[in-house]
């Protein structure tokens, strides 16, 4: 099955560093998520990105498709941007297909 | 409703008993999604339900799980004779569809399971 694979594994940032997050996936994906799981448990959608870039405030995104990679970028971090940051790509009949997640501590 | 509901949100529960945990999506998603986030594992796909389409069960890992959904709306996920190894987050989510293809998935909170 397809591999996704997120890097780095873990993070430790000063406030108001930037930093990028990247997920590498292994085959030909209909589609991209990327999330944040707080320190609560909750999943929630940064970006829906098949392809190109989007940006929403401090985070943007960036999928090139045809080299089956993308980056998150957050900038000017925040304690509240600690958590889990995972990236998720759709495949045949919907389902999602998660990476392990980078751990981002953002210290003040 | 706002968003993706769950409930209960912590479930303990004795070895070999069953357990039911709920999903109520949000109201118009004709996609729903049940995942698993344990340790071992990571976040896994379990079972997708799509409109009146027979469900996907590719991601169910044994026989002792089941899921319905009721009237296109919420959804039941069963264990039953559970192990400890079922102890995990399991996570709903829902979605619309376009063309056939699901649009951006949203997650509610968890059940949290814990089996002794």
């Known amino acids: 099955g397809i591999q996704v694979e997120q890097s780095p594994p873990d993070l430790i940032l000063q406030e108001g560093a930037n930093s990028t997050l990247r997920c590498n996936f292994s085959d030909s994906v209909n589609n991209l998520q990327w999330f944040h799981q707080n320190p609560w448990g909750q999943l929630i959608n940064l970006f829906y990105?098949?392809?190109g870039t989007k940006q929403n405030g401090r985070l943007s995104a960036t999928t090139v498709a045809t080299e089956r990679y993308s980056l998150l970028y957050i900038s000017s971090s925040q304690t509240t941007d600690s958590g889990v940051y995972f990236c998720?790509?759709?495949?045949?009949?919907?389902?999602?297909?998660f990476g392990a997640g980078t751990i981002l501590r953002v210290k003040s | 409703g706002a968003g993706v509901s769950q409930s209960p949100s912590n479930k303990v529960t004795e070895k070999g008993k069953d357990v039911e945990l709920r999903c109520d999506p949000i109201s118009g998603h004709t996609a729903l999604y049940w995942y698993r986030q344990s340790l071992g594992q990571g976040l896994e796909f379990l079972i997708y339900f799509q409109g009146n389409s027979a469900p996907d069960k590719s991601g169910l890992p044994s026989d002792r799980f089941s899921a319905e959904r009721t009237g296109g709306s919420v959804s039941t996920l069963t264990i039953q004779r559970t192990q400890q190894e079922d102890s995990a987050v399991y996570l709903c989510a829902s979605s619309s569809l376009s063309g056939g293809y699901a649009d951006t998935q949203y997650f509610g909170p968890g059940t949290r399971l814990t089996v002794l």
């Open positions: 998720a790509v759709r495949i045949y009949g919907n389902k999602l297909v």
């Open positions: 990105i098949p392809s």
